[in-house]
Nanobody, 117 residues
């Protein structure tokens, strides 16, 4: 069974930065050959895609974070990262990583990001 563990969330002031990481328990082969994504969710709203990186490194971002967030993957460490710069209060949410190893993917438990002064 695959497990994903997110880390790096916390409280940051507007304009600040955070780096989220997601570590997968699967083998390197399974990790490397599947896309990974970061999603976020706020109370009363649906979970939304923030950024996605395919197995060949192609990236995709939501319009709301384009130019501020960067997704990257380290296959040897079975880790995907999300560097978040110029954070805004509206970025406050629980952030989840997703490994597209099965239909619907496998989800982590989430990490809280709060942007507030």
């Amino acid at each position: 069974q695959v497990h994903l563990v997110e880390s790096g969330g916390g409280l940051v002031q507007p304009g600040g930065s955070l780096r989220l990481s997601c570590a997968a328990s699967t083998n390197i082969f399974s990790f490397s050959f599947n896309a990974m994504g970061w999603y976020r969710q706020t109370p009363g709203k649906e979970r939304e895609l923030v950024a996605r990186i395919s197995r060949d490194g192609t990236t995709k971002y939501s319009d709301s974070v384009k130019g501020r967030f960067t997704i990257s993957r380290e296959n040897a460490k079975k880790t995907v990262n999300l560097q978040m710069n110029s954070l805004k209060p509206e970025d406050t949410a629980i952030y989840y990583c997703n490994l597209e190893i099965v239909p619907g993917g496998v989800w982590g438990q989430g990490t809280q990001v709060t942007v507030s002064s």
